[in-house]
């Protein structure tokens, strides 16, 4: 007869085994990528925000009361092309301000210090 209660008869789950048991440099590695990924991503979310802004109010400041203004979905589609445009320019650089962003949180993300420029006076 088995002994229900053996040991070797209990098999051992791998969900049961704590985080650090099973943790590599790996997976850290993988975490760290994973959360400079989302910060890069969100740096250009927010540049694009910024960008839109920016256009939103240069439009406003130019527009004329042509009959197009007068339609009642113009500002949806003027505001859809808006973000679709500043979303493109973020991606592809923008002005450099989500790079500048990045440049100083990435530190924050991987754990490390920033680096310290030095500056000559």
Avoid at 32 to 46: D, G, I, V
Avoid at 73 to 98: I, N, R
């Amino acid at each position: 007869m088995i002994d229900p209660v053996s040991p070797k008869n209990v098999p051992i789950p791998a969900a049961n085994l704590s985080p650090l048991q099973d943790t590599t440099a790996s997976q850290v590695s993988n975490r760290n990528t994973s959360k400079a990924q989302k910060l890069h991503r969100a740096t250009q979310e927010f540049e694009a925000m910024l960008i839109a802004n920016f256009w939103k109010s240069m439009t406003e400041s130019l527009s004329s009361g042509d009959e197009d203004s007068l339609d009642p979905g113009h500002s949806t589609w003027q505001d859809m092309g808006v973000q679709a445009m500043s979303e493109g320019l973020a991606k592809s650089g923008g002005f450099g301000l989500g790079k500048l962003i990045l440049k100083h949180l990435e530190p924050l993300v991987q754990n490390t210090p920033p680096q310290q420029t030095v500056t000559k006076k």
